[in-house]
């Protein structure tokens, strides 16, 4: 006979683990308690030696669904005479667990909507028959409705709707589904939804027909309306995605003429009738995460238009099922493509309250779909797409654990929030923060986070840093997750750039609390987050490209090669820099970034024959700006790089959106099958890209088709990848990876997936995110003897930085 206590931390609240627990318990015959607290769950059981090994083991292998075990520590205790014979569920206590380190409980995210439920949601026999609200253990939202922690309905947004006699008896059936399942709820005691045509917000007095509430929103979608729905962590913006005139109203309202917009399908069968759905992407789409996937498109019929609308010049379709009861009720009634995206106008944060909803979304709708359950924190919908089928076979014979992420395809986050966050990424055991800091990420797609130890807790996606409201969400996300996972950073950590958002506010923090300040360069922020999330802590060559980030010689690097570990970085190679005239205008018309190239390592070719629309004039106050310095900053951004090329053949000369002209380059060079590359020379440290803009240009002006050309262009930044990479390996200033350190380790099997005696190389920066140039790139480098790191986990634009940040600051930190 034995007693024991176990502590196990992770995603072990919100998810059915005390039920699991107990069912465990009862069927070794074992006795005790179990109970959540602020870190975790604690359990304390008697009983025969064997069972308890027993319950140890299958602790871990039998979790629920959703749960996620980090840790799980034991240690004896004494035997107690006279012991009940049951398992008691302890109301929760608001202390810390004992358990060793640094650990926080982890919040669960937010879940789709899981098969019992939705069976549930579509048998008129179930008292849950199409109710909009209808979760369980296995699946609802979590993170978007709790206030505090530990994790129960008085400290979530359902305090306010007291169970019914049959939820309660749910509740507290220790066999029951929704066995202390904390947003359980009925059309008896649960939220309700209400259809405003006119964006009244006030609630009816009375019980709502939800078939008629749906019925009236779907019937406003079907006549080409654009509505404003409540989702699980924000209002979403949706119409028929197969309606041209209300997709247009859309793009009017919300400034956004060609950006792409994400379909809401329902389900795999619809989306492979526009999409290519593989086993991978299938899997993504109908995971608990539900994210919006990237999906190419395929070649379709001219009657079917539905990818030139929401995703013109490009080729993916951004799709993601039905992830609440309520968006599976109305894709039902509509039964066609919804576009849905954020219910926020531009510039602005998502809109979460009905009151802020029926503000600023009054002028853009025809009309509301509103709920009553409150909305916490804000949590955007996720965006990703799965890794080129080289690489997985190349360099992932283990699955990927640094972090909290499931089984399940290799994929990579464009956006990493609603499913995901805020869950942690894992720091290497060798450089765990041994003090609590905060990491300000970038003032673009910016994502904020918190760390101590070795988890970094990532906030889901704020925006971009350009207004007042949206900074204000920043500052106050860091907040709530200082107070959520009990952290009183000690240190904070920002960009380099002087006049970032971000940086100021960190600025200020640390001048005005006393708190370590650590400046990070941009490009070694990107390469330490995909070095970090690969778990290695050594040395590899990261090519950084992207398209703006500041250096510490005054001008915009994007462009950069470099030798680096977390702690430093040696920047070895990068692209030619060149002049931007007007800055930022330049970034917005990428002709005048393509003119102001070709003047400059060009000079014998006629501008103007290119670009016609731009007159004399105009070309020689550019000529004035570079020549005399005027606000003509310098670069090496290989974004702007691209940006020039798809000018210089004609695709995108004016950009409405971020990466538009990489993306519509990207989009025809697939339509070609050409394997030629340009010339370029490396030399005195900056690769020269003269010789390669001077035969693009001479194709593009003899008339060669764009498609292959563009393609070619892919081609030539594949080679020069390996070129710069094979260059300072024969340079011999890099040594092969060693592999994994030894080390303390919580997390169960890591790895890093730097192979032992290989040479890694690390791709990030929002370029990477081109999937044509990665599908060249990395067959490339594996032939070449080179071991590919990706991200998998954060993206590989700015919305991973402070997680790259946060590696920097821990690893300097150990270091001091």
Same mark, same amino acid.
């Given at each position: ?10 995603? &072990? ?11 465990? /318990? ?138 019914? $006699? ?31 045509? #006119? ?134 009634? &509509? ?9 926020? +106008? ?104 918190? /760390? ?33 996972? +009990? ?52 040395? =590899? ?67 103007? @024959? ?36 798809? =000018? ?12 538009? /002209? ?41 008339? +060669? ?24 390996? @024969? ?10 350190? $030894? ?12 192979? @032992? ?12 995110? #081109? ?24 993206? $590989? ?20």
């Amino acid at each position: 006979m034995e007693r024991r206590h176990f502590t196990v931390n992770g995603i &072990v609240q919100g998810v059915g683990f005390r039920p699991f627990v107990h069912h465990l /318990a009862r069927q070794l015959d074992l006795y005790g308690w179990v109970l959540n607290v602020s870190t975790g769950v604690e359990i304390e059981l008697q009983g025969e030696s064997d069972q308890l090994e027993q319950f140890a083991h299958r602790l871990q292998k039998e979790a629920p669904p959703l749960a996620y075990i980090l840790s799980v520590e034991s240690q004896p205790r004494e035997v107690l005479a006279n012991v009940q014979p049951e398992l008691v569920i302890l109301p929760s206590q608001n202390r810390p667990a004992t358990v060793a380190g640094h650990i926080r409980t982890l919040i669960p995210p937010d879940a789709a909507t899981c098969a019992l439920c939705l069976a549930e949601l579509g048998n008129p026999a179930d008292r849950r028959y199409r109710y909009p609200f209808t979760n369980c253990t296995h699946c609802g939202p979590r993170y978007t409705i709790i206030h505090s922690l530990p994790y129960d309905r008085p400290l979530t947004t359902m305090a306010d709707f007291p169970l019914c $006699a049959d939820c309660a008896a749910e509740y507290h059936h220790p066999d029951d589904r929704r066995f202390h399942a904390q947003p359980v709820a009925c059309t008896v005691c649960g939220p309700e939804i209400w259809w405003s045509a #006119n964006g009244t917000i006030q609630q009816p007095d009375h019980k709502q027909n939800t078939t008629q509430m749906i019925e009236s929103a779907a019937h406003y979608l079907q006549q080409g309306q654009i509505i404003a729905i409540k989702g699980l962590g924000g209002f979403h913006l949706a119409c028929r995605a197969d309606h041209s005139a209300a997709i247009q109203r859309l793009r009017q309202a919300k400034a956004r003429p060609h950006k792409p917009l994400a379909v809401m399908v329902t389900d795999c069968r619809m989306a492979a009738q526009y999409c290519q759905v593989g086993p991978a992407e299938t899997q993504l789409l109908t995971s608990p995460a539900a994210p919006i996937v990237l999906l190419a498109k395929k070649t379709l019929p001219a009657t079917s238009h539905l990818g030139d609308l929401v995703a013109p010049q490009s080729d993916t379709i951004g799709m993601m099922l039905p992830y609440t009861p309520l968006h599976h009720l109305l894709l039902q009634a &509509v039964q066609g493509p919804l576009v849905m995206t954020s219910g926020n +106008r531009r510039g602005e944060p998502l809109c979460i309250a009905n009151p802020t909803a029926a503000e600023q979304l009054c002028g853009l709708v025809d009309g509301f779909l509103f709920h009553n359950r409150p909305i916490a924190r804000r949590s955007d919908d996720s965006v990703v797409f799965v890794l080129p089928q080289p690489e997985t076979e190349a360099n992932s014979t283990k699955h990927h654990q640094n972090g909290a992420a499931p089984p399940g395809p290799v994929f990579q986050p464009v956006r990493r929030s609603r499913g995901f966050a805020p869950l942690p990424v894992l720091l290497p055991a060798q450089v765990a923060a041994d003090k609590p800091l905060v990491a300000a990420g970038s003032d673009l797609k910016n994502v904020s986070a918190v /760390a101590h130890g070795r988890q970094v807790f990532l906030t889901p996606y704020i925006g971009n840093l350009d207004s007042p409201t949206v900074r204000d969400v920043q500052q106050q996300t860091i907040a709530e997750f200082e107070w959520l996972f +009990r952290i009183q950073p000690q240190a904070i950590v920002c960009d380099l750039h002087p006049d970032y958002a971000s940086s100021r506010y960190a600025r200020r923090r640390a001048q005005e609390e006393g708190l370590t300040l650590i400046e990070v360069q941009h490009h070694h922020a990107h390469i330490a987050a995909c070095l970090a999330e690969n778990n290695l802590a050594g040395r =590899a060559v990261g090519l950084s490209f992207d398209g703006t980030g500041y250096g510490p010689d005054g001008t915009i690097w994007g462009g950069e090669v470099l030798l680096a570990d977390l702690q430093d970085y040696e920047r070895v190679y990068h692209l030619a820099t060149l002049p931007l005239p007007g800055g930022d205008a330049a970034v917005r018309r990428p002709y005048r970034t393509a003119i102001a190239y070709l003047q400059t390592l060009c000079p014998q070719i006629d501008v103007a @024959a290119l670009f016609p629309f731009v007159s004399n004039t105009e070309l020689q106050v550019w000529q004035t700006m570079i020549a005399q310095k005027m606000n003509t900053p310098l670069t090496s951004s290989m974004g702007r790089l691209f940006d020039a090329v798809s =000018a210089i053949l004609g695709l995108c000369q004016e950009a409405t959106f971020e990466a538009q /002209a990489a993306i519509t380059l990207e989009h025809i060079a697939r339509q070609s099958s050409a394997d030629h590359h340009y010339p370029f020379t490396i030399t005195s440290g900056q690769i020269q890209v003269g010789e390669l803009l001077a035969a693009i240009t001479t194709a593009r002006l003899q008339g +060669r088709p764009v498609a292959d050309i563009a393609r070619g262009f892919h081609h030539t930044i594949a080679a020069m990848a390996v070129a710069v990479t094979e260059t300072i390996r @024969a340079g011999g200033q890099w040594a092969p990876a060693e592999g994994p350190t $030894a080390a303390e380790d919580p997390a169960p099997a890591e790895t890093s997936t730097a192979v @032992a005696g290989s040479w890694p190389v690390a791709l990030s920066g929002g370029v990477w995110q #081109n999937r044509l140039l990665l599908e060249l790139t990395i067959p490339r480098l594996n032939q070449a003897g080179f071991s590919v790191l990706l991200h998998r986990q954060v993206p $590989a634009n700015d919305g991973g930085l402070a997680y790259g940040q946060a590696a920097v600051a821990a690893a300097r930190l150990k270091g001091d």
